[in-house]
């Protein structure tokens, strides 16, 4: 079975900063993608950013990047020029052959 | 805004009662996919339904069942209530045919349910 683990359950950042969220994963699958979702306090899930497996570039949308290691199975996201708006839990996510596994979150805070 | 909307937004119920949650997807998206956020349980999967049919089961008590209407609007129906069902539960829709589970899943507001 697929898990996700986020080892960082808080994480804090000064407001134009750049802070990295750590996310690992196991799966048996070779074709798969991976996503990071942000639920900011009204609860909403909001996709930030998604990676095919069997692209080696990694996935990039504005400040949000991804650092994408297949063999050690290891999926970070980057946030570039944090904003107090980026205050939120981030989930790391993996769907393959089955639904969508989630990690159990990592809180950001935004300090200004 | 996602395109998926989900009713209610809130409901608040008692034990041994039974609930209907709706969700209709974006417009096209053929799959629908229930999830059920809680503290103690994290981000769970409960069900797809892809086209009117079933496609896949998760962590989906033998009280809840699902289904998915012609229009493609989906049912959640939460029966014999407890108080641990109290939990947020998440609509997703995805876009192709085929309703494969690697395609980019787009999640509703949710339904906040307490069961008091």
């Known amino acids: 079975a697929q898990t996700v683990t986020q080892s960082q359950p808080e994480m804090s950042v000064q407001e134009a900063e750049t802070v990295t969220l750590s996310c690992t994963y196991d799966?048996?699958?070779?074709?798969?993608?991976l996503f990071w979702y942000k639920q900011p306090p009204s609860r909403q899930m909001i996709l930030v950013i998604r990676?095919?497996?069997?692209?080696?570039q990694n996935a990039t949308e504005n400040r949000f990047s991804v650092n994408f290691q297949k063999a050690a199975k290891s999926f970070s996201l980057k946030i570039s020029d944090s904003q107090l708006g980026d205050a939120a839990m981030y989930f790391c996510?993996?769907?393959?052959?089955?639904?969508?596994?989630f990690g159990k979150g990592t809180r950001l805070s935004v300090i200004a | 805004d996602s395109g998926v909307t989900q009713t209610p937004k809130h409901l608040i119920t008692a034990t041994g009662q039974r609930v209907t949650l709706r969700c209709s997807p974006r417009?096209?998206?053929?799959?629908v996919y229930w999830y059920q956020q809680s503290l103690d349980q994290g981000l769970q999967f409960l069900i797809q339904?892809?086209?009117?049919?079933?496609?896949a089961k998760g962590n989906i008590l033998e009280r809840f069942s699902a289904q998915q209407f012609p229009d493609l609007h989906s049912e959640l129906n939460l029966s014999s209530l407890e108080l641990g069902d109290s939990a947020l539960y998440f609509c997703?829709?995805?876009?192709?045919?085929?309703?494969?589970?690697?395609?980019?899943?787009?999640f509703g507001p949710g339904t906040r349910l307490l069961v008091l």
């Open positions: 996510a993996h769907s393959g052959n089955t639904p969508l596994v």
């Open positions: 799966t048996s699958e070779s074709d798969y993608y």
């Open positions: 990676q095919e497996a069997y692209k080696q």
């Open positions: 339904y892809y086209n009117g049919e079933e496609r």
């Open positions: 997703a829709s995805s876009p192709r045919g085929g309703g494969g589970p690697k395609e980019t899943q787009y």
């Open positions: 417009s096209g998206d053929l799959s």
